[in-house]
């Protein structure tokens, strides 16, 4: 008896256990479902950076050093569509941008406002629980002075902008922070809600031109801010 008591027991506990593992999912269902905006309006959008930064080439005549400052703001608006979101660009600002290199022990040259980066926010991604960023400033040419070495100044872009060789995406040179630029979805059921990112970001190349070795650094240090606000 004592037996056959023990396996009834089992199975009324293996099915109260399944009730409550069903109660559990219905339950977060309707959570997950809840928090999503559906049937919100739209969002106002504001992505803005700063970002400081420095590189040096050598192995020329003269080492070249220089440093940069920028600031720049992105505004758009952000639009339901089903399960995703639609972005739509209302304008970009450069409020600060200042290049100046140096070569040697002189040598100053500064870059006209003309060749300030332009900030591109591309694209948005909702997984359903994050809604993820994807910006990148456009290029800026260095050095300066004449060199045989040209290449791209790196400014600050989020770490997912393009995948790149293994290893060489921009992200895996990030030295401390994240670039990933994302926010919780519930962010918009808020009226207003506003999130930081940072990180500092560091590169060592080498480049061989007829024979003579160049060696390129370039670092650079960033902060994100995104500011959604509900319409």
């Known amino acids: 008896m004592a037996k056959g008591f023990s396996r009834g027991s089992r199975g009324g506990v293996a099915g109260a256990l399944l009730l409550a593992g069903l109660a559990w999912a219905s339950c977060n269902a309707v959570a997950a479902r809840a928090a999503r905006p559906e049937g919100a309006g739209w969002w106002e959008v504001r992505l803005t950076i700063e970002a400081e930064g420095e590189y040096t080439i050598n192995g020329g005549r003269a080492p070249l050093a220089g440093e940069f400052v920028c600031r720049a703001?992105?505004?758009?608006?952000l639009e339901p569509d089903g399960e995703d979101f639609i972005l739509i660009?209302?304008?970009?600002e450069v409020l600060e941008w200042r290049l100046r290199?140096?070569?040697?022990?002189?040598?100053?040259?500064?870059?006209p406002s003309a060749a300030e980066p332009d900030l591109r926010l591309n694209y948005v991604l909702n997984d359903g629980?994050?809604?993820?960023?994807?910006?990148?400033?456009?290029?800026?040419s260095i050095p300066l002075h004449a060199s045989p070495v040209p290449m791209a100044l790196d400014l600050p872009r989020s770490s997912g902008r393009a995948a790149g060789r293994p290893g060489q995406a921009y992200g895996d040179f990030v030295r401390r922070g994240s670039s990933r630029v994302a926010i919780p979805e519930t962010d918009l059921l808020q009226g207003s809600a506003e999130r930081?990112?940072?990180?500092?970001?560091?590169?060592?190349?080498?480049?061989d031109r007829g024979g003579r070795i160049f060696l390129a650094a370039q670092g650079h240090s960033a902060?994100?801010?995104?500011?959604?606000?509900?319409h």
């Open 73 to 77: 703001s992105w505004t758009g608006r």
């Open 89 to 92: 660009r209302l304008g970009t």
């Open 101 to 111: 290199e140096k070569a040697g022990r002189g040598g100053v040259l500064e870059a």
């Open 129 to 140: 629980r994050e809604i993820e960023f994807f910006f990148e400033l456009g290029r800026v």
């Open 196 to 207: 930081s990112f940072s990180w500092d970001w560091r590169r060592e190349r080498r480049f």
């Open 223 to 230: 902060k994100v801010t995104v500011a959604v606000t509900a």
